[in-house]
């Protein structure tokens, strides 16, 4: 698979986005968060994601706070988080809030987070 548009949101829609990405490589992660929220994630460059309905979002930062964390504080839900990569801004996605996506039928790698 390559890349490709897909939009997502929040449960109660408040925050929409389209993205850009290549859900061939998605990530499962063992970290105190994400495994409570049963997360797959894929990781895009900031350029790639682009918020279509920017409601409010309250940040949660935790380890070495270095990822802001981006949920809707009316439904709960997590669709997006900011950070940096190879020193560059990306966003990870939460596939899980993709349209037409079934997260859990991915190929996903596991990662390590918890020892990271």
Same mark, same amino acid.
């Given at each position: 698979? +390559?890349? *490709?548009?897909?939009?997502?949101?929040? *449960?109660?829609?408040?925050? @929409?986005? #389209?993205?850009?990405? %290549?859900?061939?490589?998605? !990530?499962?992660? &063992?970290?105190?968060?994400?495994?409570?929220?049963?997360?797959? $994630?894929?990781?895009?460059?900031?350029?790639?994601?682009?918020? +279509?309905?920017?409601?409010?979002? +309250?940040?949660?930062?935790? &380890?070495?706070?270095?990822?802001?964390?981006?949920?809707?504080?009316?439904?709960?839900? #997590?669709?997006? =988080?900011?950070?940096? *990569? /190879?020193?560059?801004?990306?966003?990870? !996605? /939460?596939? &899980?809030?993709? %349209?037409? !996506? %079934?997260?859990?039928? $991915? /190929?996903? +790698?596991?990662? %390590?987070? =918890?020892? @990271?």
């Amino acid at each position: 698979m +390559t890349s *490709q548009s897909y939009t997502g949101s929040c *449960q109660c829609g408040a925050i @929409a986005f #389209e993205v850009d990405a %290549d859900l061939d490589h998605t !990530v499962t992660c &063992n970290c105190s968060r994400c495994r409570r929220l049963g997360w797959v $994630l894929t990781f895009v460059p900031a350029s790639a994601f682009r918020l +279509t309905k920017d409601g409010p979002t +309250t940040e949660y930062l935790f &380890n070495k706070h270095i990822i802001s964390h981006r949920f809707c504080p009316t439904c709960g839900v #997590e669709p997006y =988080a900011r950070g940096e *990569q /190879n020193g560059e801004p990306m966003v990870a !996605v /939460n596939v &899980n809030c993709l %349209d037409g !996506v %079934d997260a859990r039928a $991915l /190929n996903s +790698t596991p990662w %390590d987070g =918890a020892s @990271a």
